[in-house]
């Protein structure tokens, strides 16, 4: 029988809501029990896929090839459990749904209403793809009170009735916030934040406050008696050292004991295994060094933009018992004043991450440039690996205008689209009645890797699985130029055909990968080619 917790947001956004939710997947999976965590975003995008990152943040790939929110990231990060396409929705699927069921004439006239035509959508879509799991945690996007979010408060009340409470349990997140100049605690905020609820016909289960400091119990009794809640089910949420902390604080102040006390299943003997959280609080507490990594990328002042590439480094840090210190750089700096790569004098490695667009392209390929004469670890992810292709091209095989067609029409496109390069040898490979040139190349791949090279060694399998999201590819065509240039072909798609992994064999550590390593790594099994990369900034750090 699976069990249904969904999770609210009040007060304020940016409380942590994706956390919250991760973590009480990881503290149920600690307690022995199976978990899938979804995402339901109320705005009206069908997915967040052309979302500015400014606005929206990272875009997170899943296995199966559906760009979603950044939350799937620290669902999969705290829980390792695969992201599916089935775990994450928006308002804009919904109606895109509901109205081509009207149109195909499934509703046999009916007028079509939010309630119950949208409320069921979500309701099935809530309920779809489930099979063994003893849990599902449902986190809804945006705050109470927010319009876009009033079709998944509505399908969770009913759902909440369909199910039976014993079932399904409502953990609302909200803010207490802290009056420094009379040493308050506020309740107020949550009080109203809960009514609202109420007045939807959702009556939380369990209250969890982010607050500084510790609630005492007065105040608990108090949101209890004004909320209709447990003061044992007010719990607080403290701010923690690291996000990878959240699990054990949640844990001491009782969530998941509340959770399956809520669901009376709790067994007070029975204590959860957390050695694995202990375990990495225990690294990223006491480094025993430390290592500065440059990220040279375009929307370096959200970070959000990049949020699984900085855990990915932050892992790597934790595997090899370092503190990883990031240095987002903007990457036009490098285009203007040379003065400029004085930037990078002390850092021990230089990251080119995922990107789109020729702005700042330059930049990147100067950043490369400068890594590989100055023999610092070099890792290009995505538009990364390709300005590293540019660069090898321009620099070793004297192609001055080598560049993407990405940025227009160019003599010597080393990276394209996969249908513009195709020549004869291509075209009775692939199939390209049945090929997509122009659309993103989204998910996962395998990648037959050369036994001779480096990552090889790093992943120590010859055969590997990783996630794509690109439209362009480095052109086959220009392969032995590129390795008289210097780059080995590490790994190739199956077919041979598309470059997935280049490498410089006479440099320290120099990476490219047109796959997303990021995505899949995890704090307690750290992707190897971020260990790879964060060991050999320790050993340039070591040199210099
Ligand atoms: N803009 C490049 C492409 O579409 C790279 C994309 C990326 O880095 N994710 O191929």
Redesign the pocket.
């Known amino acids: 029988m699976t069990r249904f917790i969904f999770i609210t947001g009040g007060v304020v956004s940016s409380l942590g809501k994706g956390i919250a939710t991760a973590t009480l997947g990881a503290l149920l999976q600690a307690r022995g029990y199976t978990v899938r965590l979804r995402k339901l975003d109320p705005y009206l995008n069908v997915d967040p896929g052309t979302m500015s990152p400014y606005q929206h943040g990272e875009v997170y790939v899943t296995d199966d090839g559906v760009e979603t929110d950044l939350d799937l990231g620290h669902y999969e990060r705290f829980t390792g459990v695969s992201a599916r396409k089935s775990d994450s929705i928006t308002t804009g699927q919904i109606y895109m749904d509901v109205i081509t069921r009207e149109r195909r004439g499934d509703y046999l006239g009916a007028t079509i209403q939010v309630i119950p035509h949208v409320t069921d959508a979500i309701k099935e879509f809530i309920r779809c793809d489930i099979t063994e799991e003893d849990f599902v945690l449902c986190e809804i996007g945006g705050t109470v009170g927010d319009i876009e979010g009033l079709p998944f408060l509505e399908a969770i009340r009913q759902l909440g009735n369909e199910l039976g409470h014993d079932n399904s349990l409502r953990l609302h997140l909200t803010l207490l916030p802290h009056i420094s100049s009379t040493g308050e605690l506020k309740t107020k905020p949550t009080q109203h934040s809960v009514k609202e609820l109420q007045s939807m016909g959702i009556q939380p289960d369990i209250l969890l406050c982010r607050c500084n400091q510790y609630i005492p119990i007065d105040q608990r009794c108090k949101i209890g008696q004004f909320c209709n809640i447990r003061p044992e089910a007010v719990i607080t949420a403290l701010d923690a050292l690291s996000i990878y902390e959240v699990p054990l604080r949640y844990h001491d102040e009782g969530l998941d004991t509340e959770v399956l006390r809520y669901f009376s299943i709790l067994r007070e003997e029975i204590k959860p295994s957390l050695a694995r959280w202990t375990g990495i609080m225990d690294r990223v507490s006491n480094p025993e060094g430390q290592v500065k990594i440059a990220v040279i990328g375009k929307y370096t002042s959200l970070l959000d933009s990049y949020k699984s590439l900085a855990e990915a480094l932050i892992h790597g840090g934790i595997a090899n018992k370092v503190r990883v210190e990031l240095d987002w750089i903007n990457s036009e700096m490098f285009e203007k004043e040379s003065e400029s790569f004085i930037r990078l004098n002390d850092v021990n490695g230089i990251l080119v ?5 020729e702005r700042g392209s330059e930049g990147k390929i100067a950043a490369v440039t400068f890594a590989r004469e100055r023999r610092i670890p070099y890792f290009g ?4 690996m ?1 300005m590293a292709c540019i660069e090898a091209a321009r620099s070793g095989g004297g192609l001055l205008n080598a560049s ?1 067609s ?1 940025f227009g029409p160019c003599d010597e496109p080393v ?1 394209g689209l996969l249908t513009e390069w195709i020549n004869s040898t291509v075209a009775e490979i692939r199939n390209f009645d049945n090929d997509y040139g122009g659309t ?1 190349r989204l998910g996962s791949y395998k990648c037959q890797l050369d036994k001779n090279s480096r990552v090889y060694n790093i992943y120590g399998n010859a055969l590997i699985d990783e996630r794509h ?5 480095v052109n086959i065509n220009y392969k032995s130029l590129l390795e008289k240039a210097g780059l080995r072909f590490a790994g190739m798609s199956l077919d041979g055909l598309l470059p997935e992994i280049i490498e410089r064999p006479d440099h320290p550590w120099f990476v490219g990968v047109q796959f ?1 390593p990021e995505l899949k790594s995890k704090p307690f099994d750290p992707h190897p080619l971020f260990t790879g990369f964060i060991a050999a900034a320790i050993k340039q750090a070591s040199l210099v």
Request: glycine share 20%.
């Open positions: 991450p995922g990107g789109f667009g992810i995505c538009f990364g390709q993407s990405e990276v993103m999201r690109h439209r362009y590819e997303h």
